[in-house]
């Protein structure tokens, strides 16, 4: 069995339908869910879903071993899905070419520091963008600078506004995620 932890620090709608997707898959099985919030919806998703879940502190994340430690005795691969703190560098270490992200926007546009959530969306609609999507990629020490695995494009309207761009991008990610993870993974 390939094991995926999946980390999240917001609603976890991608957690959700990746973990849905991988129940009972005769390959890849999604072993635990990680948050940075122990607020997040993402823990409660994972509870209802009988998922092994659990938050750390930014601290432990970014200065200890504790996170990578908790991960590498459970999963194989990283998913991020809205995950929302910078992958620290013994994390990368330990799965190099292992992280996998999914950016809201067709990466190398819309990426970086603080573009995320609705801030993508609002600068794809203030730039009179034609078109989005979804980018899925590796990451590594840079922001949204991974080499990229796929991408999915939608059309934007001058009628969209940006909450209209989020759910089509919603509808994108539904849509492909689970799918790639499963034919990069196997
Ligand atoms: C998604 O738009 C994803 O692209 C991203 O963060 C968002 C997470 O949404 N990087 P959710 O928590 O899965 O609903």
Redesign the pocket.
């Known amino acids: 069995m390939i094991k995926l932890a999946i980390l999240?620090s917001?609603?976890?709608?991608?957690?959700e339908n990746i973990i849905r997707y991988f129940d009972r898959h005769p390959k890849i099985q999604v072993a635990c869910v990680v948050s940075n919030l122990k607020e997040a919806k993402?823990l409660e998703k994972a509870e209802n879903l009988h998922i092994e879940h659990r938050a750390f502190s930014k601290q432990a994340f970014l200065e200890e071993n504790t996170v990578v430690k908790y991960l590498q005795s459970r999963a194989d691969f990283i998913i991020?899905?809205?995950f929302l703190l910078k992958i620290p560098g013994n994390m990368l270490a330990a799965y190099p070419n292992k992280i996998i992200?999914?950016?809201?926007a067709l990466l190398p546009k819309f990426g970086g520091k603080g573009m995320?959530?609705m801030s993508v969306h609002k600068a794809v609609k203030d730039t009179g963008e034609t078109e989005t999507g979804?980018t899925i990629h590796f990451i590594n020490e840079n922001y949204d600078e991974g080499a990229i695995l796929f991408q999915a494009k939608t059309a934007v309207s001058k009628k969209d506004s940006p909450e209209d761009i989020a759910a089509n991008?919603?509808k994108l990610?539904q849509t492909h995620f689970p799918e790639v993870i499963e034919k990069i993974l196997t």
């Open positions: 999240a917001g609603t976890g709608s991608n957690a993402v991020l899905a809205g992200n999914i950016h809201p995320y959530g979804i991008i919603h990610e």
